[in-house]
Each structure stands twice: as C-alpha cells, then as structure tokens.
C-alpha cells in the first residue's frame, strides 16, 4: 500500500521552458502533499507543503510564482517550474501523506530536471 | 533552533550489523522517522516511534529515547543492497517534518 507516482521521471529541455511535473497517490487519499528538491549529494529541501483545495505553503527562499502548485484533488497535486533556467536543474521529489499529522510521507520516485 | 545530527557516512561489512544514530533537538516532538534512500531515487519509508522503546522490522529495528533526544537504527545481517543514506527525521509540535542529512552507508563484501 502507500505508493505515490510521480511524471515525468527525467525531462530535459531548453532554457525558458516551462515544466510540470505530477504527483499522484494510487491507493490512498493525500490530504497533504509535499514538495521537495535535492542536489546532489545534499539532503532534501522541502520547497512547499499543499493541502487539498487549498493555497500551498512555500518554505522560505521559494519563489510561489516560479513553482506553481496545484492541489486540486486527493490524490493529485502537480509542480510547475515557469521559465526554467539551468540553475533550477535538479532532483524534484514529491511525497504524499494521509489523514494524520504523525503519519509518514510517502515519496514518488522523483524526477531529474536537467535545463540546458 | 531546531537540528538533527546523524554521522555523515558509515562503513560495515556484508553481513555485520550497524547501528546508525541520530539526535535531535526540536520544538515539541510528534515522532521520529527513518527513511532509505539509495542513490538516485527517492527515499523509501522505513520506521516511526514516537514512544521510548526498540521497535524491530525484520532486519531493521529502530530506537528511540525521548528524554535524550536520541535515536537509532539497527541494521543485522547485511547486505549489498542495503549500502544506501538512511534519513533522520523528526516530527516537531507543529507537525513539521525536520530532515537530517543522511547517513552515507557502505557496505563492503
């Protein structure tokens, strides 16, 4: 039980794109998703926290305009990154949580955004 | 502040067993997860305690004692596979997910 699909699993594509990415839990309902990004060799780096139905939450530092966010259902949420520049290359990692603030996250498999 | 400490990389030989530990400072606790994760993907989800006490999964088991703030994951019998960065991460008042940095895990034949 407990799996979350995360699409694309690896984009690459030209400065000033614009990517989606989307996240799904399969067999569960997510109340809360969360968005994270790692580079390499560092630890995550939760970007912004969603809530079904609702604005999502940016961490410090994380431009709501450049990572759109949308949570419209329980079990899909997707992560837009508008006009991509090379620097915003990296591991993108969501997770999905049920009903219970104590209960764990649940991680997609990532997806690897290279921006040339 | 809020912290999580966990050595940065550890080194064991294929069927010896590891313990990897992990201290936390946070406001409030709600919990204490472990996740695996091996290179290039996402983490995979491990343990949770919230209560003092060893809660054992198969070859993993995992420790926790609140009034020290400190936490443990043993690994036994092990193997390649699990050469991988096991995350710390504890859940504060406000239900908030603190990361540790990983623990870089080697295993050697």
């Known amino acids: 039980g407990a799996v979350v699909s995360q699409h694309p699993s690896r984009v690459i594509c030209k400065s000033g794109t614009s990517v989606k990415i989307e996240c799904r839990s399969l067999?569960?309902?997510?109340?809360?998703m969360f968005w994270y990004r790692q580079f390499p060799k560092q630890s995550l780096m939760l970007m912004a926290t969603?809530?079904?139905?609702?604005?999502?939450?940016?961490e410090q530092g994380v431009e709501k305009d450049k990572f759109l966010i949308n949570h419209a259902s329980l079990t899909l949420s997707t992560l837009t990154v508008t006009s991509a520049h090379p620097e915003d290359s990296s591991f993108y990692i969501c997770?999905?949580?049920?009903?219970?603030?104590?209960?764990?996250?649940?991680f997609g498999d990532g997806t690897r955004l290279s921006i040339l | 502040g809020q912290n999580i400490d966990q050595p940065t990389e550890m080194t064991a030989t294929e069927g010896a067993i590891v313990q990897i530990n992990c201290t936390y400072q946070?406001?409030?606790?709600?919990?204490l997860f472990w996740y695996q994760q091996h290179a290039g993907e996402a983490p995979t989800f491990l343990s949770y305690?919230?209560l003092d006490g060893l809660e054992e999964k198969g070859r993993f088991s995992s420790f926790l004692s609140r009034s020290k703030g400190y936490s443990y994951l043993l690994l036994k019998e092990l193997q390649m596979k699990d050469s991988a960065s096991y995350l710390c991460?504890?859940?504060?008042?406000?239900?908030?997910?603190?990361w540790g940095a990983g623990t870089k895990l080697i295993i050697k034949p």
């Open positions: 997770s999905a949580r049920g009903a219970g603030e104590n209960q764990p996250q649940h």
């Open positions: 067999d569960f309902q997510a109340t809360t």
């Open positions: 969603s809530n079904e139905g609702s604005k999502a939450t940016y």
């Open positions: 946070t406001s409030g606790f709600n919990g």
């Open positions: 305690n919230v």
């Open positions: 991460a504890a859940l504060d008042s406000n239900y908030q997910l603190i």
